[in-house]
């Protein structure tokens, strides 16, 4: 029976523009059993044809897979939303704690941080979002906003009020100030004043932490996948 | 009437004959290749963009007061090819004119140039339009800071006119989007962006 063609191939009939592609006989069907013809190449057909193929195209094709599947990924981590894993004790209640380290790092909590807010920039009170750290650009913290640019805000264990200036915000941890050295910070909020780094809470440099998501290119807002407590972390 | 209704239905009965003839499998598998290659080419386009090289229109201002970037970069602005590996890979250095994203406004980008990284001391004239030669009491603001760990300092190459770190202070790292290394349009400008120091 005449080997019938796709679609497109009625119009451009060539050659699929594989380099290792060889010709190969039709597929040849046992005398005693018939394949049932679906109208055009059966997904049998396909496969055995894939088993065919030599080593060489075998990797070929798998190179080209994965080359597109790590594009599709890169891409929708960038712009849509992803999964991370969340590490340190200075979100404790919400985030359970663990290591940074080796084995500690497997158990940690995984949640879907998502990018659709870094279009206008919309955030809300309480929020907990993910931002690049303003003295190394390289780690990323996760914390809860306080507060959004226009409001005061009182900085904690002081008596000054600051004022939040358009482009920034504050970010608070919730476990309170007892992180350890090496943590993530509890309080992500470098003042004026050189305090140094001690307690992990006061950093010493110039002037309230940028808006977070400003650098940020992704990762905000998150929903917890793991812990049941899902979208209701977003509320303090 | 009959007539009608006969022909309505023998054209029914052909079009489902009709139907049941299109090669729906094909058509299907044809749709959802052709979707799956612009799929592809638009990650491609966006993995590119992101992480190699890409083209950006650079107005040189925030706002829109003045030319901060002349005579780099255009009053109107100018369309410059943006490379994205060296700031990933920490390799900028001073003098290079940079893309980032306003601390003032993160939905706005503008281009500066670096004077300052990590560590370095930068002195700066707040408003040089002061510092005119026949003062005879000279009352010049200069001041002198170290760049904080993690931030770069950035100026326009138009002092007179132009809002950068002198008002809004070092830059963290991170807002850095990539380093503008050629400009691509207009046609008689095109060519490398020096290294002014």
Known sequence: EPKSLRLSETRFPKQRRNPFFVKRPPFPSPPHRRLPSLGSRSSSEIKCRKLIMGKWSAMWLFTRKSVTGALFGLTISDRYGSIVPVTGSSM?????????????YLKADVVLVEKFCLEKYKFSHGDVITFKSPTDHKQTFVKRLIALPGDWVQVPESSEILKIPEGHCWVEGSSGFDSREGDTCDLATPTNKPSGKKEGYRENFTALIYFVTDYLLFQARFIQLLNLHLPFASRP | MSTAGSRIASFLRGAAAR?????????????????????????????????????AFVRPSSTVRGPSMLPTINLTGDVVAVERVSPRWGSLAVGDVVILLSPENPRKTVAKRVL????????????????????????????????????????????????????????????????????????????LIGQKL
């Open chain 2, 116 to 191: 300052g990284l990590e560590g370095d001391a930068v002195t700066f004239v707040i408003d040089p339009a002061r510092g005119s030669a026949f003062q005879t009491v000279v009352v010049v603001l200069v001041y002198l800071l170290q760049v904080p760990e993690g931030h770069v300092w950035v100026q326009g190459d138009n002092i007179y006119s132009s809002r950068d770190s002198r008002q809004f202070g070092p830059v963290p790292y991170g807002l850095i989007q990539g380093r503008a290394f050629c400009k691509v349009w207009p046609p008689e400008a095109v060519g």
């Open chain 2, 19 to 55: 139907f049941g003839k299109v090669p729906w499998r094909e058509i299907r598998e044809d749709a959802f290749e052709r979707a799956a290659l612009v799929l592809k080419a638009a990650c491609f386009v966006h993995v590119v963009n992101a992480y190699v090289v890409g083209i």
């Open chain 1, 92 to 104: 404790h209640p919400t985030f359970s704690a663990c290591d940074a380290r080796f084995p500690g």
